[in-house]
């Protein structure tokens, strides 16, 4: 049953004191009907007018219980659990039930299960824009304008149009995700490096040739670990000028020279000069903490991750860097991105304006300040910047501010027409380069035709 704050159960008990002096029932109190169970004059004039509650406009509620899924671990998760019992006891009016999934890719599956079946919960942390041009979400629009607390300004621009389909809202962003690169400080310092000195890829592989240890033929300490998947070396081809379509969104061009030289590469440096490696496969994200263990544990240089990740590291032996460009090129151009949030259109009315709720509290400056300070990931609002805490933390943990100035430079990220097919040939492709040796060009090429096909049936 909910608990009533101090103020309220004063004013009821007032109002029950006047209403017994002036002779009056339940019914008649227009300034708050509910009063403390144990009251016997409550009890008397409920059994006068048994209505009484129902017709009371003041009558207490039961909280709109709503289930939130996302797949977050670690330090993530300890995270958001704090933040939703922070929510859950600043307001009586919503209760955030949290089920965790294993990750991002589990989350969309069980909730496109969910979707078949009808029952689904009024809050996820997924986004997928083929899913909403179908309707299975709702928009978020009449709810922003009726806030007056939303503030659409104040959040990142870019992060608040990841979430824009055909010109409505159906997902907001809860924080922003580039990926940067953290590096041991005594593997540095024993090769005589800084990482200022490792602003291109090229500077990197001869670094981490220079920092991995061999014995035996085999390597014992690796100079650099990329993460499993297709989206880190695609961040290196972007760099190099590379795009997954042409301008007109016609041709797939995943087999150009800044993809397959770039991918080819990574190829080379982790199966035949053996200085870098991946963890593949397992549960969930078992793979991606199996490479923070690496380096943490001393036995990698460095490996490159998520700005969230900042929540999982020791500082005092890592460091955080950008990821770098290329030799004449410039700067590196690695996506920014807005992990997002949605609300299924099968909701019910009430607990979709109750999961709204619950994303504008995750917003507030304070708590995406919060959650950008004990994770690395990106706050959404601009104002989170200037929030005090926020300032203070920044001066004494610098590596907060690395994913800030990258995705000042970083590239948007690829919105796949197709609904995830092109994406698909991407993640087979980068197995056949990462995991089985299969040279850049045999696997882009692969993916190219693959992707080409459904790109046309699309475009037909």
Known sequence: MM???????????????????????????????????GSASAEASASESPSASEASPS????????????????KLGENMQ?????????????????????????????????????????????????????GYYAPMDDMIAASADFNKSDVIPTFLEQGQVDGKQYF?????????????KDALKKANLKPEDLTTWEALAKAAATMAVKQGGKTSFYG????????????????????????????????????????ELFRKWIHEDKIMRIHSGGQGWEYWYKTIDDVMKGQA???????????????????????????????????????????????????QQAAFKWFQFFMSPENTAFWSMNTGYIAVRQSAQQDPAFVEFSKTHPQITIPLKQAAHASAPFLDPTGGKIADALKIAADKVQINNVPAAEALKAAKETAQRELDKLNK
């Not at 929510?87 to 919503?94: K, R, T, W």
């Not at 590196?332 to 607990?351: R, T, W």
Request: charged letters at 20%; proline letters at 5%.
């Open 172 to 184: 907001l962003p809860m924080y922003g995700t580039t990926q940067v690169m953290y590096y041991r």
């Open 59 to 74: 009558a207490a509620k039961e909280p709109v219980t709503i289930e939130f899924w996302y797949g977050l671990g670690g």
């Open 301 to 351: 240089a460095g490996y490159t991750g998520s700005s969230g990740d900042q929540g999982d590291l020791d500082f005092n032996i890592v460091g955080a860097m950008e990821q770098p460009g290329w030799e004449g090129v410039g700067a590196g151009k690695p996506v920014a991105q807005a992990i997002m949030a949605g609300i299924p259109a099968k909701a019910s009315p009430e607990q």
């Open 224 to 263: 650099w670990e990329p993460m499993w998947g297709y989206e880190n070396m695609m961040d290196a081809v972007l760099g190099k000028g590379g795009k997954v379509l042409s301008d007109d969104g016609k041709t797939v061009l995943i087999d150009s020279p800044e993809w397959v030289d770039t991918w």
């Open 82 to 134: 704090k933040l939703i019992d922070k929510f859950n006891s600043s307001q009586q009016e919503v209760i955030v039930k949290p089920v965790v999934q294993g990750d991002y890719s589990e989350t969309e599956k069980k909730l496109q299960a969910a979707i078949a079946s009808g029952t689904v919960p009024a809050a996820v942390l997924s986004a997928n824009v083929d899913w909403a041009r179908k």
């Open 3 to 37: 608990t009533l704050k101090k103020g309220w159960v004063g004013l009821v008990l007032a109002a029950i004191l006047m209403l017994t002096a002036c002779g009056k029932n339940a019914g008649t109190n227009e300034s708050g009907g509910a009063s403390p169970s």
